[in-house]
Structures are given as C-alpha cells and as structure tokens.
C-alpha cells in the first residue's frame, strides 16, 4: 500500500511568487490534514479536511493560503504571494474514517515538502 | 487549550544505554497521546500511541511510554540504544478539537558508539 505522497520535496522561491504544494493521501482515507514546521519551532496544524469539505481551517495563517482538495482526493496547498515567514516544511497527512475517538489522531504522514523563501 | 513539551531538544546517548524522552501534556480533557520518529529525508512515523487502554504502551522498535495522569507525563523509553535509533522525535496529543494533533517541539536523539 502506497504511502502520503507529498510533491515537491524541495521549492526554492522568492518574495511574491506562488507556489503550489500538492498532497496525494493514502488511498480510501476520507481524512487529509496540512501541518507546518518552521524552523526551530513545534509542527503546528493547519488544516483538516473530510473528504472534498474542510472541517477545520482555523490554523491558516492568513488569506494567502489556500488548500483545496478536488473530488475528495489529493489536496493542493496555494501560497500567493509567498513571505519570507512562509520559509519551512509543510507535512500532509492522512487518516481513516474514524470509527473510534483516537483513529481520527492516528495518522500517516508525508515526507514533507521543504519551502524556502528568497 | 492544548499543549505538550517536550524536555530536551536533543539527547546523546550510548550505544546499548537507556534512553529516555521526556513529553508532558496540558489538557482540559484527557488526551489521546502519541511519539512519531522522524528519520532523515523521510515522513513521520507512528510509534506508539495511547487511547486510555492502557497505561504501558508498546510501540515498534521495541519503545514504550508510560501514561501518567498525575504527572501529565507520556515518556517514551527504550532499554537499549541502537545506532538506528538515532532520528528526530515528536510527542503529540489529540482530543480537544476532532482531528487536530498538537505537537511538541521535538528531540533529536544522537546515538554514539
């Protein structure tokens, strides 16, 4: 079974480009969520998504982030324009329908895609 | 609101030493708590977790964590250090907001010879 899969591993940007992040969760795994680690600092969440409909957006940073997920399942995360502070890795994850409380925290996460900022 | 820490953001041990990682939780509600490994270049991997079961809980690699709700704590040891053990660990707690994991900052963990 195919793990998260997180597409770049690596961007490289400057101060006001765009940049997509596109996450492919594991297959049947109604649950996708965004985290991001700055450096230096605890990985904080971002966003969860159930299926195709966000569930919790309340770690956005601001309204240059943008997180979709088309049809229930990959997800894209948009920064436009791009700050130095957006400098970090951002982590995907995936988990299953919850039958039990814990299972929606049992999750499976990405390799992460490192952005830097110039 | 939910937080957990973890003390020490890096640990060196001895190869076959005892290793010990230190998480404590603050929660209004008991929590679901969980380690993750974080080998180079690659995501982060469940080690173990707790969901009240429990109090001893037994991961892979041969980790386990201990449960304490009057110390608020979730350590997660190991009898014997392996060089392969050597990665970044990541304690984190669910339960107050469906979904939502609330990690701590993290401890690399150095094995040496």
């Known amino acids: 079974e195919a793990g998260v899969t997180q597409f770049p591993s690596h961007s490289v940007i400057e101060k006001g480009q765009t940049v997509t992040l596109r996450c492919d969760p594991i297959?049947?795994?109604?649950?996708l969520y965004w985290y991001r680690r700055v450096m230096g600092k605890e990985i904080k969440f971002l966003l969860h998504f159930v299926k195709e409909s966000k569930q919790d957006e309340s770690g956005m940073p601001n309204n240059r982030f943008l997180a979709e997920r088309t049809g229930g399942t990959y997800s894209t995360l948009k920064v436009q324009p791009a700050e130095l502070e957006d400098s970090g890795v951002y982590f995907c994850?995936?988990?299953?329908?919850?039958?039990?409380?814990?299972?929606?925290?049992?999750?499976?996460f990405g390799p992460g895609t490192r952005l830097t900022v110039t | 609101a939910q937080s957990v820490t973890q003390l020490g953001s890096h640990v060196s041990v001895s190869e076959g030493a005892l290793v010990l990682l230190r998480c404590n939780y603050s929660?209004?509600?008991?929590?679901?708590l969980f380690w993750y490994v974080q080998y180079p270049n690659q995501g982060l991997q469940l080690l173990l977790k707790?969901?009240?079961?429990?109090?001893l809980v037994k991961g892979i690699n041969g980790f386990e964590a201990e449960f304490k709700k009057s110390e608020t704590s979730f350590h997660l040891t190991k009898p014997s250090a392996h060089m392969s053990d050597a990665a970044e660990y990541f304690c984190a707690a669910g339960g107050t907001s469906y979904g939502k994991l609330t990690f701590g900052q993290g401890t690399i963990l150095t094995v040496h010879p």
């Open positions: 707790y969901t009240s079961a429990a109090t």
């Open positions: 994850a995936s988990s299953q329908e919850a039958l039990q409380g814990y299972e929606a925290y049992e999750q499976y």
């Open positions: 297959s049947g795994h109604d649950n």
């Open positions: 929660s209004s509600v008991p929590p679901y």
